[in-house]
């Protein structure tokens, strides 16, 4: 965007209608990013039109890194998070860490490990997004959609959010012989794999004593492949993460100002 633009709705819906027509046009996912100062804000285009401001999003961040060339470790600032996040690269991917004690102040929003919704318990962490996690084996029967549904919607009113907000995220998982799978939801149904954000969320789960994730030793599994992370004293690690520039657009920007 030009210098001195605000990320207003009416500028950033002429950026989605300037994808219509390419192979981008479903893209929902907006990353704003200052080279300058190495800060990122992530935006979510929800399916009705409006946009959210207040979520984060680790693969786009990523993404910016990429698009900007840089070589050797980025730190990158997120402001809508308040998450400082070192990206290094190891041959062909990267490393993420969230530099941020996941034991931490914080990490519990509501102050307790485990939390109960519509008599199922579950743990609310906030690492990197706020998410709530939930034993797949808790919710027996069909409909595990449907109900992860209704209870993020009952987690967000008690956060403070609309329940028809993004947030917070939600994640079912399973514990067996193999280690976790996980499957978790995002705007529009269920995630192809797992958020990035939600792979350090759920791994600072692990770390904390007394919620209903167990610790994360090895691959964890999701729909589509095995996301790998591991926890530190002062910072949780994403492995192995990609991005490529596909394209670039330069797009003709209007500045309206008052005073």
Same mark, same amino acid.
């Given at each position: 965007?030009?210098?001195?633009?605000?990320?207003?709705?009416?500028?950033?819906?002429?950026?989605?209608?300037?994808?219509?027509?390419?192979?981008?046009?479903?893209?929902?996912?907006?990353?704003?990013?200052d080279p300058a100062?190495?800060?990122?804000?992530?935006?979510?285009?929800?399916?009705?039109?409006r946009?959210?401001?207040?979520?984060?999003?680790?693969?786009?961040?990523?993404?910016?890194?990429?698009?900007?060339g840089?070589?050797?470790?980025?730190?990158v600032?997120?402001?809508?998070? &308040?998450?400082? +996040?070192l990206?290094?690269? /190891? %041959?062909?991917? $990267?490393?993420?860490?969230?530099? @941020?004690?996941?034991? !931490? *102040?914080?990490?519990?929003?509501?102050?307790?490990?485990?939390?109960?919704?519509? &008599?199922?318990? +579950?743990?609310?962490?906030? /690492? %990197?997004?706020? $998410?709530?996690?939930?034993?797949? @084996?808790?919710?027996? !029967? *069909?409909?595990?959609?449907?109900?992860?549904?209704?209870?993020?919607?009952?987690?967000?009113?008690?956060?403070?959010?609309?329940?028809?907000?993004?947030?917070?995220?939600?994640?079912?998982? @399973?514990?067996?012989?193999?280690?976790?799978?996980?499957?978790?939801?995002?705007?529009?149904?269920?995630?192809?794999?797992?958020?990035?954000?939600?792979?350090?969320?759920?791994?600072?789960?692990?770390?904390?004593?007394?919620?209903?994730?167990?610790?994360?030793?090895?691959?964890?599994?999701?729909?589509?492949?095995?996301?790998?992370?591991?926890?530190?004293?002062?910072?949780?690690?994403?492995?192995?993460?990609?991005?490529?520039?596909?394209?670039?657009?330069?797009?003709?920007?209007?500045?309206?100002?008052?005073?």
């Amino acid at each position: 965007m030009p210098p001195g633009a605000l990320a207003v709705g009416a500028e950033l819906m002429r950026l989605l209608q300037a994808l219509d027509g390419t192979p981008h046009a479903r893209i929902a996912k907006i990353a704003l990013y200052d080279p300058a100062s190495l800060r990122y804000r992530f935006v979510q285009a929800l399916p009705d039109g409006r946009f959210d401001f207040r979520a984060g999003c680790g693969h786009s961040l990523l993404a910016c890194v990429v698009a900007d060339g840089r070589q050797g470790p980025v730190t990158v600032r997120a402001v809508t998070t &308040g998450d400082t +996040v070192l990206c290094e690269p /190891y %041959g062909g991917t $990267y490393t993420l860490s969230f530099l @941020r004690p996941p034991t !931490g *102040p914080g990490t519990l929003p509501t102050g307790r490990p485990v939390d109960v919704l519509d &008599g199922v318990p +579950v743990s609310f962490v906030r /690492y %990197g997004n706020p $998410y709530v996690f939930v034993d797949e @084996r808790d919710l027996p !029967g *069909p409909g595990l959609q449907d109900r992860l549904l209704a209870l993020r919607a009952e987690a967000a009113q008690l956060l403070g959010h609309p329940p028809d907000s993004a947030l917070p995220k939600i994640a079912a998982f @399973r514990d067996g012989p193999d280690g976790l799978a996980v499957r978790a939801l995002t705007v529009g149904g269920w995630h192809p794999r797992l958020a990035l954000t939600g792979a350090a969320a759920l791994a600072a789960a692990g770390a904390i004593d007394g919620t209903v994730v167990p610790a994360v030793r090895g691959p964890v599994r999701t729909p589509t492949g095995t996301v790998t992370v591991s926890t530190a004293p002062d910072r949780v690690r994403v492995h192995h993460k990609r991005a490529e520039v596909l394209e670039t657009l330069r797009l003709p920007w209007r500045i309206h100002a008052t005073a």
